[in-house]
């Protein structure tokens, strides 16, 4: 790694980034990037892959307004996670290790999802720790890889992205993105940048929606009590759209707010990126 | 305590089915977790997460060396007059409390607040031989008078609403009926203050256990502690295990987290340190210390590398208080003594793993318990342990039903490769036909996903997947010029 990076004239990783689970630099520190061609390896989760290509479309196309050269591994699936959090470790190590070789020589591997980014960045050496070839190469794979508002903010060090939205928007934080990546208010700084957009703080913010994967048809009843106070809130903020960085929470609430007929719409925070002047709500 | 853990489902659905629950528990708990985070607040978090590192320093290396610990206790309680007793499980210390009460001609206990009576199911074994016993938590003396168990760990009667007391003291206590929680407190304490003085033996529960000095200590609110420790001419006093802290100083950090973490305060109305029984210079205290102290499976918490931090727990309840699970199914839902997260973690590893299958996998493993856990316990990677035990551990362990095998077999099959993915795909888009309309499918009617579509739409599959969305025109798209606003910074 040292070698390559040598090579190409991007800035070196911030420090502080080097361990998984150690928590971001604060980002008055961060270099004030310029705009180097970076090349990122798009994870689209299987989500994205099956039920919303367009949250990947538009990754790829913010990415690459921003100048940085999007590849797409062919062959990936699942990361693994619906497994793991089953109990079912050695199955998820199946996939951990397709997904190491996948992306053995991506520079950066940039996901949609805050919790297929854990997925990869924090459970995927905690379970390979048994085998120690396999643990550093996920040690290096979680060292590269990167949840897409995390990576526009500290690798591109980015805010503005020249997207423009004509609504007001309000937000929810994933859990996985806030309590194993700790990303916080990178989102929200993005958002922020957003031309036309009036942001209404969503009380609650910080609150499982009650997905969980598994648990949502595990304990049907107990994870739409959960997700009742999320809707509460999201309905007290009259927004129009809910940004989200996660497809997993986005479809659980939506298919909640369909099934009443609310009006505020869901958007990945990639696709309310991707979005540039005159488009409209 | 009667293990109803296998329950859970039932349990919890009716808890959601109550609306009278459902408002009094929404309530009481808002109050909890707003008040801790004021307390974290006037503290500065910066602060706070000085002492929780320092808790979880103190907490980790006693739990290394608990052996050594416990001994120091014991020997240094001892030193100060008392009788310590070790016991295996609950059935051990109740007869060791049974036996002191036998040998000591005891005929009523006043109790004040102690989780490990509940394990020991303490009061019917008590009621059992025609002994007394009286809880003296205001709390506590509401589940008892009401015939139940404890609803939370640090507010057992958080489930019950002021009319519910006031027609509970109207029956049980032939008040009238009372409006104000003063006048029922003012009744409780009228009703109570004749038991402590006719009480021959004291129970209490240790909040922590200083092994330097041989000192237990008991936080409380209502003072009925203090009570229960100095008037009676016995006291004793149980322990799990875990309790231990190496040094007085030690104090100074948890006795910081504990009232923070669990009500809010910066410090408890009483907090009281024992050690021993009355000395010949004292004026008041018991004659006899008696300090119980009871694995009930806590060695196998220690024994496991990966659940061995569960014993770190302070039993703040702050983990109960912000868990989405909890605030929606409360705590008699668990079916034991320890509800919420760390309930789900501790529970299956003390009345065994198969029984309470169920705990681990109510959590959507939002991690809320672990960002407010005073010691920092990763409870998600326990609970994901746990799981794993169940759907991959030995003999005896193993209780994931056939038809989630089955499908994690399918789904492990169908992600193997992009090839039978795409295949998978193309059986999954037929299946759905009849049941997408607008993108949406509002009823499947086959497992897992109708028990999805009871309260929530489901999506249809894209038209087209992302991988195909790619090779037709992703790929090859040329890359636009950044827009101005972007490309100024450059
Ligand atoms: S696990 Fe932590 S938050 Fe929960 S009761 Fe124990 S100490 Fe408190």
Not at chain 2, 318 to 343: E, M, R, S
Not at chain 2, 357 to 377: H, Q
Request: a neutral charge; hydrophobic letters at 40%; proline letters at 6%.
């Amino acid at each position: 790694m040292a070698a390559r990076q040598a090579e190409c004239s991007r800035p070196a990783e911030p420090v502080g980034l080097a361990k998984a689970t150690s928590p971001l630099l604060p980002l008055a520190e961060l270099p004030n990037a310029r705009l180097p061609t970076l090349k990122a390896s798009l994870f689209v989760t299987c989500l994205v892959d099956q039920f919303f290509p367009e949250v990947g479309e538009s990754v790829v196309t913010v990415l690459r307004r921003l100048g940085v050269e999007v590849d797409f591994p062919q062959g990936q699936t699942c990361c693994g996670q619906p497994a793991f959090n089953s109990g079912f470790r050695s199955q998820a190590k199946a996939n951990a290790e397709r997904f190491l070789d996948l992306f053995q020589d991506s520079e950066y591997v940039v996901t949609p999802s805050g919790s297929c980014a854990s997925m990869l960045k924090v459970f995927y050496p905690e379970l390979l720790h048994d085998a120690p070839a396999l643990q550093e190469r996920a040690d290096d794979l979680s060292r590269r890889t990167y949840e897409f508002s995390q990576f526009l903010v500290h690798i591109l060090g980015l805010t503005d992205v020249g997207a423009a939205y004509d609504g007001t928007v309000t937000y929810h934080a994933s859990c996985h993105l806030l309590r194993e990546l700790e990303v916080t208010k990178e989102p929200l700084l993005l958002i922020e940048e957003v031309k036309g957009a009036r942001f209404v703080p969503l009380d609650g913010t910080n609150e499982c929606c009650g997905f969980g994967g598994a648990f949502s048809v595990k304990y049907p009843e107990i994870s739409a009590a959960i997700l009742e106070d999320k809707l509460r809130n999201i309905e007290a903020t009259g927004a129009d759209a809910l940004v989200a960085c996660d497809s997993g929470c986005l479809m659980h609430i939506a298919g909640a707010m369909s099934r009443r007929g609310m009006k505020t719409r869901p958007l990945h925070l990639a696709q309310l990126l991707a979005r540039e002047g005159n488009h409209g709500g | 305590m009667e293990v109803k853990t296998q329950r859970f489902r039932r349990a919890s659905a009716q808890a959601l089915a109550d609306d009278s629950l459902q408002s009094a528990m929404g309530r009481a708990i808002g109050h909890f977790d707003q008040a801790r985070q004021a307390a974290i607040e006037e503290l500065t978090p910066e602060l706070w997460e000085r002492y929780r590192q320092r808790g979880q320093e103190i907490k980790s290396h006693t739990i290394e060396n608990l052996d050594y610990y416990l001994g120091l206790l014991a020997w240094r309680v001892e030193g100060n007059g008392g009788t310590v007793h070790f016991a295996t499980d609950t059935r051990e210390a109740t007869d060791i409390v049974l036996d002191l009460a036998r040998t000591r001609g005891v005929k009523s206990v006043v109790k004040s607040k102690s989780m490990l009576s509940e394990e020991m199911d303490l009061n019917s074994a008590l009621e059992s031989q025609d002994i007394e016993p009286v809880e003296t938590d205001l709390g506590e003396y509401i589940i008892q008078l009401a015939g139940e168990t404890p609803f939370h760990i640090i507010a057992p009667a958080m489930h019950k609403s002021k009319e519910e007391v006031s027609e509970l003291f109207f029956d049980k206590l032939r008040t009238p009926r009372l409006t104000e929680i003063e006048e029922m407190a003012a009744a409780a304490r009228q009703a109570l203050r004749q038991k402590f003085l006719d009480a021959d033996m004291g129970v209490t529960g240790v909040n922590f256990a200083v092994a330097e000095t041989g000192t237990i200590v008991i936080v409380t609110n209502e003072g009925n502690g203090r009570m229960c420790t100095s008037l009676p001419r016995i006291h004793v006093a149980l322990m799990g295990m875990e309790k231990v802290v190496p040094a007085l100083e030690d104090m100074a950090v948890m006795l910081r987290l504990l009232p923070r973490a669990a009500t809010g305060q910066r410090i408890t109305s009483y907090v009281t340190f024992v050690s021993g029984p009355r000395r010949r210079s004292d004026e008041d205290g018991p004659d006899e210390f008696h300090l119980v102290i009871m694995d009930n499976n806590r060695s196998k918490l220690l024994a496991d590398p990966e659940l061995r931090e569960a014993l770190n727990c302070i039993r703040c309840g702050a983990c109960l208080n912000t868990c989405p699970v909890y605030q929606k199914v409360g705590g008699h839902a668990y079916g034991y003594v320890y509800p919420g997260p760390i309930g789900a973690v501790i529970t299956p590893v003390m009345v065994g793993l198969p029984k309470a299958k169920d705990l681990p996998f109510a959590s959507s493993l939002c991690g809320a318990c672990r960002e407010v856990c005073p010691i920092k316990i990763n409870i998600p990677r326990m609970l994901l342990k746990l799981r794993g035990d169940l759907a991959e551990g030995g003999r005896g362990q193993r209780k994931v039903s056939w038809w989630e095998r089955a499908l994690v077999r399918a789904w492990a099959i169908t992600v193997r490769s992009e090839r039978s993915l795409a295949w998978t795909r193309g059986i999954a888009s037929l299946l759905q036909r009849p049941f997408v309309s607008g993108g949406r499918m509002r009823r499947i009617p086959f497992p897992p996903f109708s028990r999805w579509t009871r309260n929530r739409d489901f999506p249809g599959l894209a038209p087209r997947s992302f991988h195909q969305q790619w090779e037709k025109e992703l790929k090859d798209r040329p890359s636009p010029t950044p827009p101005p606003s972007v490309r100024k910074r450059e």
